[in-house]
């Protein structure tokens, strides 16, 4: 190492000593002033950390003045800038509780959506959180209708309900691959339910058509002839609005078997 780069970092070590040295001072003091000038120099440099101790002083000193209400909304937002979205969440939304007529209201209300959204889990699993910010989203385009960042909020639900629907549609589908029929049957009737339009609807109306007949021909005697009609009024449903699917020849099949069953084991009991 040079001469030259030796002073160079015997400085640089000097100056981060100072400056910590100062940023205690100003912590330690009772310069509030100091601590919000600090406060924000700090922010602005992106020392995000070191300025939530400063604005935290200063919202338990001075609540209710705008020094105050910077300083809330500037905690929540530098814990958003760290990542930390569960802080930033807690604070943004209890931001938007305290201050309501506060100019920063409306982007407090939009950050606090979003620290739900970052909080939404993959798809696999659990998918509370993602349900919390579809509802965050939904409650900040009721609360700012004319806001420019509707369009925004729009396109991310529509992402965040695809999730939820993709989750349901392989759900649909494992059970159906695990031969869980009853579980298959029930989950597909919910997805379709959920989902009316979904570009899975296809594929999970047929799984709903198979699975109702595995689940009719592992049936006790008494359940067979209810889940046969079942599982015909199912096809009937499918080929209606599926005229032309993939999965037609394969549904026809199943009716004319589910048919023959009707007539050998139900023609009798419905006489």
Do not use: W
């Amino acid at each position: 190492m040079t001469a030259v780069k030796k002073v160079f970092l015997v400085l640089v070590l000097i100056a981060g000593v100072t400056s910590c040295s100062d940023y205690n001072k100003v912590v330690k003091g009772d310069d509030y002033g100091k601590k919000f000038e600090s406060a924000n120099a700090l922010f602005d440099k992106g020392q995000f950390l070191r300025s939530i101790t400063l604005y935290e002083q200063i919202y338990q000193r001075m609540p209710k003045t705008g020094e105050g209400e910077l300083s809330y909304f500037r905690i929540g937002k530098a814990y958003f800038e760290e990542e930390d979205y569960y802080m930033a969440g807690y604070y943004m939304g209890a931001f938007t509780q305290r201050f309501p007529f506060s100019p920063k209201a409306q982007e407090a209300m939009f950050l606090s959506a979003m620290c739900s959204v970052k909080n939404s889990p993959e798809e696999s699993l659990d998918q509370t959180e993602t349900e919390v910010a579809i509802n965050n989203l939904q409650q900040f385009i009721d609360t700012y209708p004319n806001s420019e960042l509707i369009d925004s909020c729009n396109h991310i639900m529509d992402k965040l309900r695809f999730k939820l629907e993709s989750k349901d549609y392989h759900g649909v589908k494992q059970y159906a691959k695990t031969e869980n029929y009853r579980a298959a049957v029930m989950s597909a009737m919910t997805f379709l339910d959920d989902f009316p339009r979904s570009t899975f609807k296809e594929e999970v109306s047929f799984i709903l058509v198979k699975n109702s007949q595995l689940l009719t021909q592992n049936s006790v005697e008494d359940k067979k002839c209810e889940r046969i009609e079942q599982t015909i009024e199912r096809y009937r449903t499918f080929v209606t609005e599926f005229p032309n699917s993939q999965y037609k020849r394969e549904a026809d099949n199943i009716h004319d078997e589910m048919q023959k069953d009707f007539e050998v084991l139900c023609t009798q009991v419905k006489k």
